[in-house]
C-alpha cells in the first residue's frame, strides 16, 4: 500500500540524498521507485517500506533505512534531509528491529503508531504514552518533532503524542532532556550499540532530580560523568558554556517539570547533542563549507572529568601534579595510597569541627565546579551572607555556595564534598566549612587575592618600563634612520648587475616582453606598491598571468632589498612560499617576476568586515598550518637558514585555493650554520609584529620572526589586527586583549564573531595557545617553528603554558612618537619602518 504521490513537492528530496537513501536502504528500489513527500501520516495512508516523508520545509525526513548493510535489521527513523552526511536523530523500533522484508508504518484509529511486519499480522511496535484524540493524523514538524495530533488542531501545543518525549541519542533543538513530574516521564539519551546498529546501548545521559538535578552520564547504572547543577546560566561543569555565544540555553525547574533544552539564535546553523557509542557526550555543529560535523564541546576530557578521583573533599586540578589536593583544613586520609597517586581515599580534617561554640569558619576554593548536589539543599530565597549563617547554624553543614552564578540563592550541603574539581576559568567560589585553627595559616583566600594582585600589577609594570624606554628609543631611532638613507654600494647599477646577477640560476625576461604583458606599466595593471616600488600584474603571450616588481629608480634602499630578495628567493622553492619566475634587468630597469596569487593578500580578507566571512574556521587553520610550514622551512628546512624579518598579514600571498605564501625577502637575512642571532644598526620590519627584543635593540634571531606569526596567528583567529584596533578600557593591543581573556580563560571570545559558533573550540584554543606562546616577551620562552608544528598538532592540554606577551599595551614605543592619537597609529600600522613610503 503506497502513500499518494504528489508530484509538485518531489523536489524537496535532494537527489543527492536521494542517491544516498537508495544506496543505504536497498528495499526503495524494490518496493517503490517513487515516493511521497508529504509531511503527514493518516489513517488511510500508512507509510510503506521505501516512503518516506518530509518535513514542510525540508529540513527533516522520515522513513525506514537499513543502517547495517551486512544484516536484514530495517528501523524507522528521522534523519536531515539537508546534511550530506546521512544522521539520524531518532528511531522508532530501535530494540525491535523488522528482520524481514515487508513492513508499515501505520496510524490506529484511537491513534497510536504501529510498526507491523508481514503485512500487519505482526505488531513489531507500538507508540506508548499517547493520549487520545478525536480525529488523528501523525505529521513530522520542521524542528524534527514527529507528533500525532488531531487533524484540526493547527495550534501545535497539544500532542496525542511526540518523538521529542521519546529521544533515542540525539537532543535537537528545542527538545527537552529531563522530567514531566507529574507524569512521571524522563526524556534521556542513550546511545547506539555501534554505528550500524541503534540498540540501546548500556550509555545514558540523564538529568537526576535527587537533591539539587545535575546532569549526568552513565555507564549502565554507573556515573560516569557528572555536568552538575544547572547555576543560572550554564551546567557547573561545563563552564565552557559561558563562551557559547549562539546557542539560547534554558533550565527549566519548576512543581512540574525539570529540563534542559537549547536553542540557535541563528536558526540556520546546525547542531545537536548526542551520546556516542563510546559513552562521551558531544556537541556537533554543521559545517556547510566543509560537508562535515564539527565537535564543538565533548565531555568527559580529563582525568579531574571523572567521578570523585580525589575522593571526599579532596579537590581535583588537571593542571597540578599530582591532580588531587585536600581542601584547606584537610588531609589524606591514606596518605600512602594518596603518596601512590591514588586520591580516591579523600581528605579527612585535621581539626575536628567545634559546631556549639559557633567559631567555625570557612575557606574559599574558588572556581570551583560544584560538589555532587545530589544531597544538598537549595533555597533561592537566600542571600550569601544568610547562607553562611543557615550553614553555621546546622551543625551537619559542610559547605555553601551561591546557587546561581549571579551571586542570588543558596546551595548547602550536609555531606561529605564529593567529586570538586576546579577550573581554569568558567567556575564558581565555594566555601567549605573549617575548624577555626585550620582558617589562618596559608589561606586559600589569601593565596587567590595574591593571584590577582599580581595579574594587576605585571601590566602597570610594564606600562612604566615601556614609558620610560620610549624616549630613548625614539632618539635612538631617529639617529638609525639617517644613517640608513645614505647610499649604499649599489651606487652603479651596472656593477651591481655583473657582480650579482651572474651566478644566479634565474631565467632573464625581456624588458620588451613585460613591457607588453603590463600593458606598458599601465595604472590599470598596478596591484599596488611593494618594498621597493609599483607591483603591476601581467599576462604573458601564453597566458599565464604573473606579478612584476618593479625597482623605483628613485630608491636607493630598495637596491639592496632588490639585490636580497632576488638573491635569497632564486634559492627557495616550497609551495608556501611565493614562487619566483625570474627576472628582468635592463640597464636602470629592475623587475622581480613572480607567480601571480589571484587572491591577493591575507589582511584583504582578514581585515574586511564583509570578507573575512569567506575566510571560515577550517580555511583558517589551513592557512595557520600554511604559514607555519613556510616559516619551518626558511628556518631549518631549507639549505639555508633565513629569517624573514618582516612576516605579516600583507605578506601572505593567498592563491586560488587560499594556500598561503609568504613573499616579500627585502629584508630577508640569510644566516650561517652557527649563527643564532645577530644585531642590526637597521630595524626593519613592521609595527605590531615587531618582538621586543628587536624593537629596542636591534636583536633579531628565528624567534623574532616565531613573534610576527604569533601576531599573525592571533590575528587570523581573532580577525582582528594588533595595530590600530583598540580594545575596551586598557588600551590594549590584540596580544593584550588577548593575553587578558587567556587568564579569565575566556580565550574563545578572541575568535572572530563572523565564523562563531562553527568553528573547533579545541583548535581555536590550541591556536591562540601556541599564538601566546609565540609572542612571549623573552625570546628564550618562545617556541622555535618545529615545536610550533607539534603543537598546533597536538591536544591543547598538553601545551606548556604561555607568559606574559611582549607588547601587550597599545602604548607601544611608536604610538608615544606619533602623539598618541589612535588616528596616526593606525596610519602607522601597515609601514614596514625602512620603507619611506607606505606599502
Ligand atoms: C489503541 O488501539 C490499540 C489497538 O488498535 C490498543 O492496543 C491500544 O491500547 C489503544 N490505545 C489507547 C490509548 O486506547
Ligand atoms: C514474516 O514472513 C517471513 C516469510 O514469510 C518469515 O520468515 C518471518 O519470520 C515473518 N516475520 C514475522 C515477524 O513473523
Ligand atoms: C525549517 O524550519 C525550522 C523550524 O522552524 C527552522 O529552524 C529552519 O531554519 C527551517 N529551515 C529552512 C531551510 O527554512
Ligand atoms: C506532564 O504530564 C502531564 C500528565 O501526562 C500532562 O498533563 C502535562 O501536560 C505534562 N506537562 C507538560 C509540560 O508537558
Ligand atoms: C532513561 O529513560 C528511561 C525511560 O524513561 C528510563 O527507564 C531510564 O531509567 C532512564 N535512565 C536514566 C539513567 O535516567
Ligand atoms: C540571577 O539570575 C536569575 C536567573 O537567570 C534571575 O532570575 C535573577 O534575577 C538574577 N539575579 C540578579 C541579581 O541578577
Ligand atoms: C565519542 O566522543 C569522544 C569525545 O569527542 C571521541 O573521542 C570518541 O572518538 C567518540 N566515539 C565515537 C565512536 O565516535
Ligand atoms: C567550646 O566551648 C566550651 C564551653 O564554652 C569549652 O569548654 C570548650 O573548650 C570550647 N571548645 C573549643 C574547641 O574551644
Ligand atoms: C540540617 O540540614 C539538614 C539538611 O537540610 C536537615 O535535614 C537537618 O534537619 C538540619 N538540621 C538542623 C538542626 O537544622
Known amino acids: 500500500m503506497f502513500c499518494s504521490i504528489e508530484v509538485g513537492d518531489m523536489t524537496k528530496l535532494s537527489p543527492s540524498l536521494f542517491l544516498l537513501l537508495l544506496l543505504c536502504t536497498p528495499f526503495f528500489l524494490s518496493t517503490s521507485s517513487l515516493s511521497t513527500a508529504t509531511d503527514t501520516l493518516t489513517q488511510d495512508s500508512p507509510l510503506s517500506d521505501g516512503d518516506t516523508v518530509v518535513s514542510a520545509n525540508g529540513t527533516f525526513a522520515l522513513g525506514f533505512f537499513a543502517p547495517n548493510p551486512n544484516s536484514n535489521?530495517?528501523?524507522?527513523?528521522?534523519?536531515?534531509?539537508?546534511?550530506?552526511?546521512?544522521?539520524?536523530?531518532?528511531?522508532?523500533?530501535?530494540?525491535?528491529?523488522?528482520?524481514?522484508?515487508?513492513?508499515?508504518?501505520?496510524?490506529?484509529a484511537n491513534g497510536t503508531l504501529v510498526i507491523t511486519a508481514n503485512d500487519s499480522t505482526v505488531v513489531v511496535w507500538s507508540s506508548s504514552g499517547s493520549s487520545t484524540v478525536g480525529n488523528p493524523v501523525a505529521q513530522i514538524l520542521d524542528n524534527g518533532n514527529f507528533v500525532v495530533k488531531d487533524v484540526k488542531d493547527d495550534s501545535l501545543q497539544f500532542f496525542a503524542w511526540q518523538s521529542f518525549d521519546h529521544p533515542t541519542d540525539t537532543l535537537l533543538p528545542g527538545m527537552k532532556l529531563g522530567w514531566n513530574l507529574t507524569s512521571g516521564l524522563n526524556r534521556n539519551l542513550t546511545a547506539w550499540t555501534s554505528s550500524t546498529d541503534p540498540s540501546s546501548s548500556p550509555y545514558t545521559m540523564a538529568i537526576d532530580i535527587l537533591g539539587d538535578p545535575q546532569v549526568i552520564l552513565w555507564s549502565g547504572s554507573t556515573r560516569t560523568w557528572r555536568g552538575g547543577p544547572w547555576n543560572g546560566a550554564r551546567f557547573s561543569g561545563i563552564p565552557e558554556m559561558k563562551t557559547y555565544s549562539m546557542f539560547i540555553l534554558q533550565f527549566v525547574q519548576n512543581q512540574d517539570e525539570v529540563y534542559y533544552t537549547f536553542g540557535l539564535e541563528d536558526p540556520s546553523i546546525i547542531s545537536r547533542v548526542i551520546v556516542n557509542q563510546t559513552g562521551s557526550s558531544q556537541r556537533m555543529v554543521w559545517l556547510d563549507q566543509s560537508n562535515q560535523w564539527n565537535v564543538f564541546w565533548y565531555a568527559p576530557k580529563d582525568q579531574c572529568d571523572d567521578i570523585s578521583p580525589c575522593g571526599p573533599m579532596g579537590v581535583c586540578n588537571p593542571n597540578d601534579s599530582p591532580i588531587c589536593d585536600c581542601v584547606q583544613g584537610f588531609e589524606p586520609k591514606h596518605p600512602t595510597n594518596w603518596a601512590l597517586r591514588d586520591g580516591t581515599g579523600g581528605c579527612i580534617r585535621k581539626t575536628p569541627l567545634d559546631c556549639r561554640n559557633g567559631t567555625d569558619g570557612f575557606v574559599l576554593v574558588s572556581e570551583a565546579k560544584l560538589p555532587d548536589t545530589s544531597s544538598s539543599t537549595v533555597d533561592m530565597s537566600?542571600?550569601?551572607?544568610?547562607?553562611?549563617?543557615?550553614?553555621?547554624?546546622?551543625?551537619?553543614?559542610?559547605?555553601?555556595?551561591?546557587?546561581?552564578?549571579?551571586?542570588?540563592?543558596?546551595?548547602?550541603?550536609?555531606?561529605?564534598?564529593?567529586?570538586?574539581?576546579?577550573?581554569?576559568?568558567?567556575?564558581?567560589?565555594?566555601?567549605?566549612?573549617?575548624?577555626?585553627?585550620?582558617?589562618?595559616?596559608?589561606?586559600?583566600?589569601?593565596h587567590h587575592s595574591g593571584t590577582v594582585a599580581t595579574i594587576i600589577a605585571i601590566p602597570v609594570a610594564l606600562g612604566t618600563v615601556l614609558l620610560l624606554s620610549v624616549a630613548c628609543f625614539v632618539r635612538k631611532m631617529r639617529r638609525k634612520k639617517r644613517v640608513e638613507f645614505t647610499p649604499a654600494s649599489f651606487t652603479n647599477p651596472h656593477n651591481y648587475q655583473d657582480s650579482d646577477s651572474k651566478d644566479l640560476d634565474l631565467p632573464l625576461f625581456d624588458l620588451t616582453t613585460i613591457v607588453a604583458a603590463t600593458d606598458n606599466f599601465s595604472a590599470k595593471s598596478k596591484l599596488g606598491e611593494g618594498g621597493f616600488g609599483p607591483v603591476f600584474m601581467g599576462t604573458l603571450e601564453d597566458g599565464q598571468q604573473i606579478a612584476v616588481k618593479r625597482l623605483a629608480k628613485t630608491s636607493v634602499q630598495g637596491r639592496t632589498e632588490f639585490r636580497n630578495e632576488m638573491e635569497l628567493i632564486a634559492k627557495l622553492q616550497h609551495k608556501n612560499l611565493v614562487r619566483l619566475l625570474g627576472c628582468c634587468i635592463h640597464g636602470e630597469e629592475k623587475m622581480l617576476i613572480y607567480e601571480y596569487m589571484p587572491n591577493k593578500s591575507l589582511d584583504v580578507f582578514l581585515f574586511d568586515r564583509t570578507k573575512c566571512t569567506l575566510l571560515d574556521w577550517k580555511t583558517r587553520y589551513e592557512i595557520i598550518m600554511g604559514i607555519a610550514r613556510g616559516l619551518l622551512y626558511l628556518h631549518q628546512?631549507?639549505?639555508?637558514?633565513?629569517?624573514?624579518?618582516?612576516?605579516?598579514?600583507?605578506?601572505?600571498?593567498?592563491?586560488?585555493?587560499?594556500?598561503?605564501?609568504?613573499?616579500?625577502?627585502?629584508?630577508?637575512?640569510?644566516?650561517?650554520?652557527?649563527?643564532?642571532?645577530?644585531?642590526?644598526?637597521?630595524?626593519?620590519g613592521t609595527y605590531g609584529y615587531m618582538s621586543p627584543e628587536y624593537a629596542m635593540d636591534g636583536v633579531f634571531s628565528v624567534k623574532s620572526d616565531v613573534f610576527s606569526f604569533g601576531v599573525l596567528v592571533l590575528e587570523i583567529v581573532s580577525g582582528k589586527k594588533n595595530r590600530g584596533v583598540f580594545f575596551a578600557k586598557d588600551d590594549l593591543n590584540l596580544l593584550g586583549h588577548a593575553w587578558s581573556l587567556w587568564k579569565h580563560g575566556t580565550s574563545l571570545e578572541l575568535v572572530d564573531e563572523s565564523i562563531s559558533p562553527k568553528y573547533s573550540a579545541d583548535e581555536a584554543l590550541r591556536c591562540i595557545k601556541v599564538g601566546l606562546l609565540c609572542v612571549q616577551e623573552r625570546p628564550e620562552d618562545r617556541p622555535t617553528m618545529s615545536s610550533v608544528m607539534l603543537m598546533l598538532g597536538s591536544g591543547s592540554a598538553l601545551l606548556p603554558q604561555p607568559k606574559q606577551p611582549g607588547f601587550i599595551s597599545t602604548k607601544g614605543p611608536f604610538e608615544y612618537s606619533s602623539s598618541t592619537s589612535k588616528q596616526a597609529s593606525y596610519s602607522l600600522n601597515e609601514i614596514s619602518l625602512t620603507m619611506c613610503e607606505g606599502r
Request: charged share 20%; with cysteine.
Open 73 to 108: 535489521n530495517r528501523y524507522v527513523g528521522i534523519w536531515y534531509n539537508k546534511v550530506s552526511v546521512l544522521t539520524y536523530v531518532w528511531v522508532a523500533n530501535r530494540n525491535d528491529p523488522l528482520v524481514d522484508l515487508t513492513g508499515t508504518l501505520s496510524l490506529t
Open 382 to 446: 537566600l542571600s550569601l551572607e544568610q547562607c553562611k549563617d543557615k550553614c553555621l547554624g546546622n551543625c551537619s553543614c559542610t559547605g555553601y555556595a551561591n546557587a546561581y552564578v549571579n551571586g542570588t540563592g543558596c546551595i548547602i550541603w550536609t555531606t561529605q564534598l564529593t567529586d570538586l574539581r576546579v577550573w581554569a576559568f568558567g567556575g564558581q567560589d565555594l566555601y567549605v566549612r573549617v575548624a577555626t585553627a585550620d582558617l589562618s595559616s596559608t589561606t586559600e583566600q589569601s
Open 637 to 684: 628546512d631549507s639549505r639555508f637558514k633565513i629569517i624573514h624579518r618582516d612576516l605579516k598579514a600583507s605578506n601572505v600571498l593567498l592563491d586560488k585555493e587560499m594556500n598561503p605564501k609568504i613573499s616579500d625577502f627585502g629584508m630577508a637575512r640569510m644566516f650561517g650554520e652557527d649563527e643564532t642571532q645577530a644585531n642590526t644598526r637597521k630595524v626593519v
